[in-house]
């Protein structure tokens, strides 16, 4: 079966920074495109970044453009997002996803979802 499972949530302060690691398994990982994307409560799930399978291309929200990195290891079927400047409007549950093929910011082209870590960034 095809996993996604997320860690490195967590209650950071603002201005500080989180890792969040997502690890694959049950599929082809090296040619697929990846993405995070964040749902905070009353509001709709929103893209955050994307990578593409060669790990050469990038999309990143507007709002966190800047303060988070996306990046991928094929060896180790993980992709990853460095968050630093953290603020408190980056509170959300965040989500790894899978699509095949192009990298994507919609949330609609992405197949396979991980069950989601929770960032509460703190005032």
């Known amino acids: 079966q095809v996993q996604l499972v997320e860690s490195g949530g967590g209650l950071v302060q603002a201005g500080g920074s989180l890792r969040l690691s997502c690890v694959a398994s049950?599929?082809?990982?090296?040619?697929?495109?990846l993405g995070w994307f964040r749902q905070a409560p009353g509001k709709d799930r929103e893209f955050v970044a994307a990578l593409s399978g060669s790990g050469l291309s990038t999309r990143y929200a507007d709002s966190v453009k800047g303060r988070f990195t996306i990046s991928r290891d094929n060896a180790k079927n993980t992709v990853s997002l460095q968050m630093n400047s953290l603020k408190p409007e980056d509170t959300a549950v965040y989500y790894c996803?899978?699509?095949?093929?192009?990298?994507?910011?919609?949330?609609?082209?992405?197949?396979?979802w991980g069950q989601g870590t929770q960032v509460t960034v703190s005032s």
């Open positions: 996803a899978a699509v095949r093929g192009a990298i994507a910011t919609n949330k609609y082209e992405y197949r396979y």
């Open positions: 049950g599929l082809t990982f090296s040619i697929r495109a």
